[in-house]
């Protein structure tokens, strides 16, 4: 894991993030968030109002229990999908989507890929909520 003491992907200046080809400066995981946030705030109405129950985090990396065989997990969705609950659905502790910083600056993409490989994983989660399987997702380009 990044310390702020090492050298990562030839960067020259210790940083508190990896270095990502085509950047001015290293990502921050604010900017990471800030990102996260703008494809949550451009969803279609008809997203928005199916989602329920359910909240979008960031964190830095996956846990064990999360990406059991460490494969850069981008990012995952924990809960029971919309598609599956039923009348029995209540007081339920929210869903949870977690995007995954590391992964994500792990892949050395330049500015505009990583915008959009962030946005591909949240819709992604979000289709997961929904209760679209990944053979769908993928279709949709989501996936």
């Not at 129950?53 to 064990?64: I, L, M, Q």
């Amino acid at each position: 894991s990044p310390h702020s003491t090492e050298r990562l992907r030839g960067c020259s200046q210790p940083t508190e993030a990896p270095c990502v080809p085509g950047y001015a400066a290293p990502v921050q995981i604010n900017e990471f968030r800030r990102e996260v946030d703008q494809v949550l705030d451009a969803l279609p109405g008809w997203v928005t109002e199916k989602m329920d129950n359910v909240y979008v985090e960031v964190e830095r990396r996956p846990s064990r229990e999360q990406d059991p065989s460490s494969e850069g997990l981008l990012g995952v969705y924990e809960g029971v999908p919309l598609l599956e609950r039923g009348f029995d659905y209540f007081g339920v502790a929210p869903d949870r989507i977690v995007i995954f910083y590391e992964p994500h600056i792990a892949l050395e993409l330049d500015d505009p890929d990583l915008r959009v490989e962030i946005r591909r994983t949240v819709l992604h989660e979000i289709g997961h909520h929904l209760g679209i399987d990944d053979d769908r997702l993928h279709e949709l380009g989501w996936g």
